[in-house]
């Protein structure tokens, strides 16, 4: 009875504690974790991967599309502005004519209307340089019946009447001709048109490559991992929960995808910008430049490339979740009627 009287005292003392655990088995308590559980699917792999440099590859062509309209169209738009601020009149040699009286005439003329700014006469040096390409140098003008130029700047705001005036230097001088640039402007407009509406299709074409693409690469990791789907979906967790899985999964890809894409093509971007400005004068830098302009996107090009990879990143992560929504629906047609699980994937 003695040697019991230890232990029922201990007992009293737990009670008397609120039944207060030992201190060593609040120990092992403490030691006790929760396993973490992991992804329905792997972070990585060769899927991932491959899908990871399809979207980067789509995303680079994409962002390279409209850095390029973008380009187009600042080019159109700048040769516009100079072409709409000007207008010439040519006046062609004629037996008897003095042309510097009809050049300064013409000007004069010009100038009268509401709408022009400044008058300016094109010297001989001036028109031999024009016409050094197609003649070669040291050109004669007085050997050749070659038009003389008058330039007339004008106010893009309010253009003067251009039929007036033509119908004006028509009389007074019946050799001169007014050119107001309205052809070469309605084909810039017509060519920066074209380039975006160009561009817009093959964006459409990306997009639409991009979204079929990843379609079929969330079936494929649903066809791997159908069976965990269905164990989920048959236990009782929700749709949005499942689906929630995979659309961080590929939202992952995405952004990695598209953020590899859009920066490859800025880096593009900007170094041949810095290639055009550090080569400037030189046959190569003029020809880029005769064909595609400036290489300079802008502060909008660069934010239209950020919006592009936002759109991949988006378009991608709401694809796979219709996708994932699509499939649990065939699961549950097909647990409600077995007999249309024929010509679907094997759980």
């Not at 060519?191 to 979204?211: E, K, N, Q, S």
């Not at 080569?279 to 090009?301: C, H, K, N, W, Y």
């Not at 919006?307 to 629906?329: E, H, P, S």
């Amino acid at each position: 009875m003695n040697e019991l009287s230890p232990k029922i005292l201990k007992a009293a003392k737990r009670q008397r504690a609120g039944d207060e655990p030992e201190p060593a088995q609040q120990q092992r308590r403490a030691e006790m974790r929760v396993r973490p559980t992991a992804p329905i699917l792997p972070p990585s792999n060769i899927q991932g991967n491959a899908l990871m440099v399809v979207i980067a590859i789509m995303a680079f062509l994409a962002c390279l599309t409209l850095g390029a309209v973008t380009m187009v169209r600042a080019t159109a738009a700048s040769w516009q502005s100079q072409i709409s601020r000007e207008i010439t009149i040519q006046i062609k040699p004629d037996d008897g004519l003095d042309m510097e009286t009809a050049l300064r005439k013409a000007r004069d003329l010009a100038l009268t209307f509401v709408g022009t700014r400044e008058g300016t006469i094109m010297d001989e040096d001036a028109t031999a340089r024009l016409l050094e390409p197609w003649l070669g140098a040291g050109l004669n003008l007085d050997d050749l019946p070659v038009p003389r130029l008058v330039i007339v700047t004008i106010d893009e705001q309010n253009p003067p009447d251009f039929a007036a005036m033509r119908d004006l230097l028509k009389t007074e001088i019946p050799q001169a001709f007014l050119d107001d640039h309205r052809t070469w402007v309605d084909r810039l407009v017509s060519m920066a048109h074209t380039m975006v509406l160009i561009g817009t299709g093959v964006l459409v074409l990306v997009f639409t490559a991009m979204i079929l693409t990843v379609i079929f690469a969330t079936r494929g990791a649903l066809s791997g991992n159908r069976h965990i789907v269905e164990v989920l979906h048959f236990v009782g967790a929700e749709s949005s929960f499942v689906a929630s899985e995979f659309q961080k999964h590929f939202l992952k890809i995405s952004i990695k995808g598209s953020a590899a894409g859009g920066a490859l093509t800025a880096a593009l971007f900007a170094v041949a910008n810095i290639w055009q400005a550090n080569s400037l004068a030189t046959p190569e830098s003029d020809q880029a430049t005769a064909l595609f302009g400036s290489f300079t996107i802008g502060v909008t090009g660069y934010l239209g490339i950020l919006a592009t990879m936002i759109v991949i990143a988006l378009l991608t992560t709401l694809t796979a979740r219709f996708t994932v929504m699509r499939t649990i629906d065939e699961i549950d047609l097909i647990r409600a009627d077995p007999a249309r699980s024929d010509g679907l994937p094997a759980s």
